[in-house]
């Protein structure tokens, strides 16, 4: 197992910086915002809690987690919810809870292919829907998963990720509900990984898995993308209220005591306060889901100009700009054939850091980049603040800087010579 590509980008980027190389970091999965004061207050009262805590977490937190997901429309009990540090661990453990193998979604987020692969098993790959991304399309699940049964693989769980990370896309609700049927037809449990749901920029109806599967559904959170709060390790799961749900939950707590023990109890504190969805704290999601979408949509229309192809980002701050427009004058001028060549030449001779789409299952040959744009939000927490309450995020100087930047640095990688 190597490590993350996300983690291992990042720390590159870290390490040329520190040598003093200037680098357009867009390649690290964080939301880029400083702490909300308020939830600094809550975590620093917390600090004398020192205890292990219940294995599940403590109730106030479980009950705010079940009352966040029946204020988003999926009825929940505390008695449902299991905390983590993390939603990656809790994924983990349901992927190992339920066993067989993993259908993933093609693309999909780095780490659910990889913890498939720490237990052992390949996983399937299934092709999103034309436009769309996180969610397996529905016929092709359906095909994938007869094959593999008829080879004898047990496939037994697939994944969805809404909004997603890689494509900054929210499957549409047809796909959701197509993969629902699918998944009720075939016997699986879907894990629903809603990270992002937070950040949705256009208002209307979330399609949750949960609600046209909620017998089957698992469905994790967590605060490090709604309120940039990653390293303080800390994310939900929700458990159908259906006796599979009730068993699943008992296995994972039953990894959980024996992996993690417990979720850091001042996290838990600061935690319960924030998924009751206090005003206070709520503005900042208003705020955040602004700068995400300004700069999202700002980046992908750079990548546009330059000739990319690349749909309009609708939640989290990833875009997913396509080369392929492009192929022929990349190979001509500097030998590039393949997506993490092209992240090799944007950074060696660019100083611009990005993953290629590989790393998130795409074809070695696919010209796709992913592109986390808080990289681009300030280099101080002043300006990242600035840059949070501002109602025209692109109208702050170091953004169009950077933007600026960027688009020029696309001109001169796509010139002809
Ligand atoms: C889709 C997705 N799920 C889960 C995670 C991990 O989240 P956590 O910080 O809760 O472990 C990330 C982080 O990059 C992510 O992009």
């Known amino acids: 197992m190597t490590v993350s590509a996300t983690l291992a980008a990042s720390e590159t980027i870290a390490a040329r910086r520190a040598a003093g190389e200037e680098v357009l970091a867009l390649a690290f999965g964080e939301a880029g915002i400083p702490v909300h004061p308020l939830l600094g ?28 997901w029946t204020r988003r429309g999926l009825t929940t009990g505390s008695e449902q919810v299991l905390l983590g540090p993390g939603s990656k661990p809790l994924l983990f453990a349901v992927l190992h809870a339920v066993g067989g193998e993993a259908i993933v979604p093609s693309p999909a987020w780095v780490s659910y292919a990889a913890q498939a692969e720490l237990m052992g098993r390949t996983p399937i790959r299934v092709p999103v829907p034309a436009g769309e991304g996180g969610v397996p399309e529905a016929e092709a699940l359906d095909a994938a998963v007869r094959g593999a049964r008829a080879e004898g693989r047990e496939p ?10 890689p494509t900054g896309r929210i499957a549409s609700e047809g796909s959701v509900k197509a993969l629902c049927e699918a998944a009720r037809e075939l016997d699986l449990v879907i894990v629903a990984d809603e990270i992002y749901r937070d950040l949705v920029f256009e208002d209307g109806p979330f399609p949750s898995p949960a609600a046209w599967a909620p017998e089957r559904t698992v469905t994790t959170t967590a605060l490090s993308k709604n309120y940039a709060l990653g390293g303080w390790r800390i994310g939900a ?19 959980a005591s024996e992996v993690w023990s417990s979720t850091p109890m001042p996290m838990q504190h600061a935690a319960a ?36 192809e690349v749909d309009p980002p609708q939640g989290g701050f990833y875009v997913w700009p396509d080369f392929e427009p492009l192929r022929g004058r990349l190979e001509e001028r500097w030998s590039v054939r393949t997506g993490a060549e092209l992240a090799r030449v944007l950074l060696d001779e660019f100083g611009v850091g990005v993953l290629p789409g590989s790393a998130f299952g795409a074809e070695e040959s696919s010209l796709r980049l992913r592109v986390a744009v808080p990289g681009v939000y300030g280099s101080s927490d002043s300006e990242r603040l600035a840059a949070l309450v501002s109602t025209d995020p692109l109208e702050m100087p ?8 960027l688009g020029s640095k696309l001109a001169a990688l796509t010139a002809t010579r």
């Open 237 to 255: 799961a929700r458990f159908p209220g259906s006796p599979l749900g009730e068993s699943l939950r008992e296995t994972v707590r039953g990894t």
């Open 41 to 68: 207050q809550r975590l620093a009262r917390a600090a004398g809690q020192t205890s292990y805590g219940p294995v599940a977490g403590i109730r106030p937190a479980r009950e705010a987690a079940a009352g966040y």
């Open 273 to 308: 306060y924030a998924w009751s969805d206090p005003v206070e704290l709520v503005d900042r999601l208003v705020s955040s889901r602004r700068l995400h979408g300004a700069v999202t949509r700002g980046a992908a229309e750079v990548f546009a100009e330059a000739g990319c």
């Open 398 to 405: 170091w953004i169009a800087d950077a933007l600026g930047a």
């Open 156 to 165: 037994r769980i697939v994944v969805a990720t809404l909004p997603d990370n």
